[in-house]
């Protein structure tokens, strides 16, 4: 079974997506977090991902494509994966319908966290990561015991480039253009179903299980 998680910055994609998958026994395939592996790693495609990464712009499809395909055809991910964070263009989604076709496989279903644009701005705007284990905390909603400071290590918690104000607005539009019409996409091919993001993270855990039931 291959599943989709789509939704705006901020949904809180990343963390039901690590739940979900935990649920399932299906492979977490975060491309966000295989982007930022390069970038640590310091690999040639982390050099060229950072430059759209840190301005809140996607990184082009065709780098993309060939690193999610790449992934998928490893053997952990050849009867399923969970799907964090790609497709997030009309081309992705095509790419990966006609890749899990030549597989004789296909997306499953497509579970769209929706969260309002103005929460997704309260939520990114606060949000501050360890640079040491990528710890992320927010100002409201997940504070450190000390202001500041990594609950683990203690180091000083930094602004990702991707989270400071202008990358957040960037980020936004580049979804509502960009990856906002990927649920017209599987809409009308009937794989679509939406839960409500504004809710706690355990609402919206037990809704997307919820979804997954209807899953045969
Ligand atoms: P994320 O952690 O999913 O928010 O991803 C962080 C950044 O990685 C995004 O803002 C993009 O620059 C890049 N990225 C992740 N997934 C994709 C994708 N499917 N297509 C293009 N860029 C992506």
């Known amino acids: 079974m291959h599943l989709v998680l789509l939704g705006p910055p901020g949904a809180g994609k990343g963390t039901q997506a690590v739940d979900l998958a935990k649920e399932t026994g299906l492979v977490h395939v975060a491309t966000g977090d295989m982007f930022r592996e390069n970038v640590r790693g310091g690999t040639e495609l982390g050099v060229l991902a950072k430059q759209y990464m840190d301005k809140g712009e996607l990184v082009p499809d065709e780098v993309t494509i060939a690193m999610l395909l790449e992934r998928l055809s490893r053997d952990d991910a050849q009867t399923g994966s969970m799907l964090d964070g790609f497709p997030r263009t009309l ?44 710890a992320i905390y927010h100002e409201t909603n997940k504070p450190p015991a000390v202001a500041g400071k990594c609950d683990d290590c203690g180091r000083a918690l930094i602004q ?3 989270d400071k104000p202008e990358a957040i607005a960037r980020r936004l539009t580049v979804y509502n253009e960009q ?7 599987y809409t009308e091919a009937g794989k679509l179903t939406s839960v409500n993001g504004e809710q706690s993270p355990d609402a919206v855990r037990a809704d997307l299980l919820n979804a997954l039931k209807e899953v045969a």
């Open 91 to 134: 081309e992705q989604a095509i790419a990966l319908d006609k890749a899990l076709e030549e597989r004789g496989q296909r997306v499953d279903r497509v579970l769209l966290i929706e969260v309002s644009p103005d929460e997704v701005q309260r939520r990114l705007g606060g949000r501050w990561t360890c640079p040491t284990d990528g």
């Open 160 to 162: 990702r480039d991707d």
């Open 179 to 185: 990856t906002a019409p990927l649920i017209g996409y």
